[in-house]
């Protein structure tokens, strides 16, 4: 804990994490995991902003 000390300080002060940034890295590696066989970028991108809505 010593080595975050510093992010869990700022936490209390500012009240504010990354959880939901988090949250849209998970959808956005999971679309790419069933993503297999989409034909382009923009479909896949389509889909990632889908699935963050």
Avoid: D, H, P, Q
Wanted: proline residues 0%.
């Amino acid at each position: 804990m010593t080595k975050w000390r510093v992010e869990i300080l700022n936490y209390f002060l500012s009240r504010i994490t990354n959880a939901r940034t988090e949250g849209f890295n998970n959808k956005a590696k999971v679309v790419k995991r069933r993503a297999y066989g989409y034909r382009s970028f923009r479909n896949y991108r389509l889909k990632v902003l889908t699935a963050c809505v």
